[in-house]
Each structure stands twice: as structure tokens, then as C-alpha cells.
């Protein structure tokens, strides 16, 4: 156990599902697993351990931002001999090429924040997902019939910004698709300690049209990425 996970070593799988929101693993693990226990409640951030077609899966809620992820995935890997995390979140769209409830698969996260300087890793500004992951990802999309874009995207520490019109310069010029707040803590901690990870997200508003979703179509609705995560574990 660590100070923030209860669950015994053994009740962690050794590939995670991370959505940003607990209720999100829950509703995932009453409708996707079988034999599927809860093995975390503590603070909430509620984890499940069970079985799509087979196939033995944890899936957790990580909290919002990179130092609740950075701490969530450390220990999952450091602790837990978790080998793989995927993150399954939303995100904002930077382009009007994305529309509400696409999915994407993260090639790249550039950020601002000082996350992994002051974790002591690294001064680089972007982190990558891993290529292996990434293509399991594809293959799982392709056989399903399910629409999946690679981008780069914006990892920032904060949603809301007192310069509302910043996000315009900063998507121009490092060719940024679309924002969320947790993507280049988790590969930072990933590449560290010589772990996977990568990142599929849902649009769930738009920085452009000003469109949104509700927090229940956050919670229960994305299950094109859902399916697309699921999927890839069939993968060999």
C-alpha cells in the first residue's frame, strides 16, 4: 500500500486505464469488466481490477492536473510493477478540424508547466507517448471501425486562464491540436522509470465553436475511446 493507493500489490493489473474522473472507471467497470472488485476508495479516486473478454484489466481515476497524475502513475509503476498506463481523458480542441466527441490519440504533449524539472527528470518542454502503445492503439481503432486522429497536444497547468485569448498563440506555434492538464506528467513519470504510456481523449468542448458537453456525457458517453482502450488489450 502506498499513502494515497490501498489496493495489495496483486490487485493491480499490469496495464491501467487512467480517466481523469473516478466515476468514469466506475461506470467503465459496470459496463465493459466482469469479475470485476473495487480494490481503491481511498480519497474516492475509486479503482477497479477485472476482465474484458479475458483479459485482466485495472482501471482508475488519476484526479485533475499533472501533480495528482505524477503522483497516481509513480506509484502504480514504482509500487505496483504496473508496466503500461493509458490515459482516457478530454480535452479541449485548439482546431476546427475536431468536433465534440472525436478521439485522439496523444503522439505528443508540449507544456509550460515546470512538472518535470522540479520532479528532476528532464528541462524538456515535451514529452512523447510510447510508439508501441500508440500502435496497438491503431490497430485496436482500425478493426473496430473507429475514427482515431493523432495530435500534439497542450498540457497546461491551468484551466482557467486570465489572458483567455493566450491558448491562440501558444496552439500556433508549437502546432497544437488540442489542451488538457495531465498528459506530460504521465509520460515524464513513464519515461523515467522506463515505463508506457500513452494517451486517448475525447473532445468535450470546443476553444473554437464554444461548444460543450455535460459532465454526464463526460462521465458516461465517451465510449468510443472506451471501446478503442478495451479493445487493444485483445491485441497481440
Known amino acids: 500500500m ?51 473478454k479475458g483479459e485482466r484489466v485495472t482501471v482508475m481515476g488519476s484526479g485533475m492536473g499533472m501533480p495528482s497524475i505524477g503522483i497516481y502513475s509513480y506509484e502504480l509503476y514504482k509500487f505496483y510493477d504496473v508496466e503500461s498506463i493509458i490515459r482516457i481523458g478530454s480535452c479541449g480542441a485548439y482546431r476546427k ?84 492538464m495531465e498528459s506530460f506528467a504521465l509520460f515524464s513519470v513513464a519515461k523515467s522509470l522506463g515505463k508506457k504510456a500513452s494517451c486517448l481523449l475525447t473532445v468535450s468542448d470546443s476553444l473554437v465553436t464554444h461548444e460543450v458537453t455535460t459532465s454526464l456525457e463526460r462521465e458516461q458517453a465517451f465510449t468510443g475511446m472506451m471501446k478503442i482502450a478495451l479493445e487493444s488489450l485483445l491485441i497481440k
Open 2 to 52: 502506498t499513502p494515497h493507493i490501498s489496493a495489495k500489490k496483486e490487485d493491480i493489473a499490469k496495464i491501467v486505464f487512467m480517466p481523469g474522473d473516478p466515476l468514469r472507471a466506475k461506470f467503465i467497470a459496470e459496463n465493459f469488466l466482469t469479475e470485476y472488485k473495487l480494490i481503491n476508495s481511498t480519497r474516492n479516486m475509486l479503482g477497479y481490477t477485472g476482465y474484458y
Open 97 to 180: 478540424n475536431l468536433s465534440l466527441f472525436d478521439t485522439v490519440l496523444v503522439e505528443s504533449a508540449y507544456s509550460e508547466s515546470s512538472f518535470v524539472k522540479t520532479y528532476g527528470f528532464s528541462n524538456e518542454n515535451t514529452m512523447h507517448s510510447d510508439e508501441s502503445l500508440n500502435k496497438t492503439l491503431k490497430v485496436a481503432a482500425k478493426r473496430n471501425k473507429l475514427e482515431l486522429k493523432t495530435v500534439k497536444i497542450h498540457s497546461s497547468d491551468v484551466f482557467y486562464r486570465m489572458n483567455s485569448k493566450e491558448y491562440v498563440d501558444i496552439s500556433k506555434k508549437y502546432d497544437l491540436s488540442a489542451v488538457e
